[in-house]
Nanobody, 127 residues
Framework: QVHLVESGGGSVQAGGSLRLSCTVS????????MGWYRQVPGKAREGIAT???????SYRGPAKGRFTVSKDNAKNTLYLDMNYLTPSDSGTYYC?????????????????????WGKGTLVTISS
């Protein structure tokens, strides 16, 4: 069983920055896909950014140009650097992992079927 633990959430003012981290209990160096997702109360979870085994990155529209997804295989950690934050970026951020390709959708923020999920970290952006 793989465990994912997010950290780095908090409250910041609009225009500020945050770095989210996701520490994984397993060796992520060969993981097919990892990603960040956000959920706000009353709405469906939405993909934010993903990174695949070859470090190819994909972002959902609003994150492009402001967020950067990265990973450190030596530390088994996934990151999300978020800049120029706005109140609409608020929500609970979850990291997820899919160690092996399962024949489903390719790695991208539109993919929601991941094998492992963290419990989330709350981000609140005030105006």
């Amino acid at each position: 069983q793989v465990h994912l633990v997010e950290s780095g959430g908090g409250s910041v003012q609009a225009g500020g920055s945050l770095r989210l981290s996701c520490t994984v209990s397993g060796d992520i160096s060969n993981y097919y896909c990892m990603g960040w997702y956000r959920q706000v109360p009353g709405k469906a979870r939405e993909g934010i950014a993903t990174i695949d085994k070859g470090d190819a990155r994909s972002y959902r529209g609003p994150a492009k140009g402001r967020f950067t997804v990265s990973k450190d295989n030596a530390k088994n950690t996934l990151y999300l650097d978020m800049n120029y934050l706005t109140p609409s970026d608020s929500g609970t951020y979850y990291c997820a992992a899919l160690p092996e390709f399962d024949g489903g959708a390719w790695c991208g923020p539109e993919r929601y079927t991941m094998d492992y999920w963290g419990k989330g970290t709350l981000v609140t952006i005030s105006s």
